[in-house]
Each structure stands twice: as C-alpha cells, then as structure tokens.
C-alpha cells in the first residue's frame, strides 16, 4: 500500500510542470474555446490531486479559474505564466498571476515595493 502512495511533495512539482506544459499548448491553440478546454482540464487534475491544498496549487488553480476578456490577453498573461512556471523564476507578471509570486525574490519584493506602495 506505500507503493501506492502519492508523493505530496513531488505531485506538488508535477502539477507545477504539467500545468507549464498545458498552458504552453493552450496559448498557440487558434481556437480559444479549444484553449480553454486544456486549461479546464487541468484545473480538474490539479482539484483532484493529492496536493490540491498546497499553496502553490491553490494558486495554480486561482490562475486557471481567471476569465481573461479576450484571447489575446489569456496568451499573453498564460505565455508569461508557463514560462516562469517551466523555468522556476520570476520575471515580471501581473496581479492576475498569482501562483508566479513563488519565484519572486527578496531582491524583487524590495524593489516591487518601491513602486507598489
């Protein structure tokens, strides 16, 4: 029964990284619903996962349930979101993108606060 087990923390990285794959599919997809298909889908993954209460999968699944107003702004936000989350840093993003706050460094939140006071 332990070989059955989940690893809370690996399922954690395997959302993370699969959710960086979809997203990288689900912004050149021409067809919006068809993206926001993928997307669906993998917030449904991420829900019924082991690890669907951390943090960081909260905020995964905050990011997938936003409604973006237009195509161009979910490839735009979602391109931003699969990179950093491909990578593991952080670049800039927007209020909108939550689960990337993870990869922010003291050195950005320093310099974000200057400017976002």
Do not use: W
Not at 3 to 19: C, F, G, M, P, S
Not at 27 to 45: F, S
Request: with cysteine.
């Amino acid at each position: 029964s332990s070989l059955l087990k989940v690893n809370y923390e690996l399922d954690i990285q395997r959302n993370r990284a699969e959710t960086s794959e979809v997203l990288k599919r689900a912004v050149v997809e021409t067809d919006y619903e068809r993206a926001r298909g993928m997307v669906k889908g993998q917030l449904e993954k991420i829900r019924s996962s082991v690890s669907a209460e951390s943090p960081l999968c909260q905020q995964l699944i905050r990011d997938l349930e936003f409604q973006y107003s237009s195509q161009r702004e979910f490839q735009t936000t979602m391109t931003n979101v699969f990179m950093q989350h491909g990578q593991e840093r952080a670049t800039y993003s927007t209020a909108k993108t939550s689960s990337t706050n993870c990869y922010v460094t003291s050195g950005q939140k320093r310099y974000r606060s200057k400017f976002c006071s």
